[in-house]
């Protein structure tokens, strides 16, 4: 179950104000980060896109990352005037719909997206999570180790990215992470459960749910200093690379 909180900029609440403003200057929100788009009610299609350009307030350009032969893909994408929007932030996930208008000026296949008046993060009603870029390794039983990418944690668990299927949904992997703190880093070792998966039209990238089982209560304690030292730190107002 996913809590929304929502965040709209003309209402008078200064507590919305200020975080609308927050998530305008928010690092999240700059070039070369990566969101999903979908066709508005069709969410289970995503495609994986790289911001170009921001101006803050107005406007933001994406690059789409589909194969050059998937010309049924840019068709159903260039003729939709809405597109969904969503982005891993500190807390969850950042989601906000868009008028989308196709730049055929451009070299590259690009879309000018305007400014949401409306944004909402969807995030763990019991279980905040940050956002991260770390390697991480994996293993699944009777399988070679693999080196993935975790882009969110959680006390429950994280989302990992890898080229390829890591298992099917139900199955067990052993990880290792290591998390780093201002005295150094430490390393974890863990299990968790594939809980979701999915990938993108490219099918070069697939996002996995992975839920924590087993956690010894080392490993507990160290991944909820971790979250409470970043979630901490978020709300000083510093903000991770």
Known sequence: MMAMSQIQPKKDSAVELELSQQLVSSPYLQEGKTVFMSLPQQS?????AQVVQVIAG????IRPLAKADQLDVRVKFNSASTLHIRMAV???VLCFDSNAQLLPQQAHW??????????RVEQSRNYPR?????????????????????????EQGMQVEYHA?????????????????????????AKAIIRSKF????????????????????ANKTIRRYM????SGQNDGSMPS
């Open 44 to 48: 289970a299609t995503q495609l994986r």
């Open 90 to 92: 500190a807390n969850g």
């Open 130 to 154: 940050v956002a991260l870029q770390q390697a991480i390794l994996l293993e699944r039983t009777g399988d070679m180790r693999r080196r993935a990418m975790m882009l969110n944690l959680s």
């Open 228 to 231: 409470q030292e970043r979630l």
């Open 58 to 61: 107005q406007s933001l350009l």
């Open 199 to 218: 990938s993108e039209i490219s099918e070069d990238h697939v996002l996995h749910g992975l839920e924590f089982s087993h956690l010894s209560d080392a």
């Open 165 to 189: 299927p890591l298992g099917l949904i139900g199955e067990e992997l052993k990880l290792l992470l290591v998390l780093p703190f201002e005295t150094g880093s430490l390393t974890v070792e």
């Open 110 to 119: 690009t879309i000018a997206l305007q400014w949401p008046e409306q944004i």
